[in-house]
């Protein structure tokens, strides 16, 4: 991927503070990643998904690629390659009871982090778009 279209709220290209930087960073993704995964795990509709996962990698991953989304390093790349979101996710079946259950879990994530309410209806914005997109593949 070459180019990369902004989340909606992000600062311009011209601002000096990126949105990853804005939102406090690393620390930031690193703690929704952890709030959303410890609700994953204890999730009965997202048990079949998650059941044997190893939901620290999963919160190491998830971080990286949010992190990275949002303007940071580019860590998940250099850890797993380009997203490809519907490629990983292809062998999962992921209805509506699953998508909702993942947007609640995401939702009480984000709802965590020390954000404005710009920055979480921006990083809200992103999750649940993705979340619809990947229902029903």
Not at 40 to 46: D, I, K, Q, R, T
Not at 92 to 119: F, H, K, M, N
Request: glycine share 8%; net charge negative; hydrophobic share 45%.
């Amino acid at each position: 991927m070459t180019s990369m279209t902004l989340p909606a709220g992000a600062p311009t290209p011209n601002s000096k503070t990126s949105f990853f930087e804005a939102v406090g960073g690393s620390a930031t993704f690193d703690a929704i990643a952890e709030v959303l995964c410890d609700e994953l795990g204890a999730s009965a509709p997202l048990a079949p998904i998650f059941d044997g996962a190893d939901l620290a990698q999963l919160q190491t991953r998830l971080a990286a690629f949010l992190g990275q989304y949002f303007g940071g390093p580019r860590t998940y790349a250099q850890l797993r390659g380009e997203p490809r979101l519907r490629m990983r996710h292809h062998t999962y079946s992921i209805g509506v009871a699953e998508r909702d259950a993942w947007l609640s879990a995401a939702a009480r994530a984000i709802d965590t982090a020390p954000l404005t309410g710009a920055q979480r209806d921006t990083i809200w914005a992103y999750l649940a778009a993705t979340a619809e997109a990947l229902t029903g593949k």
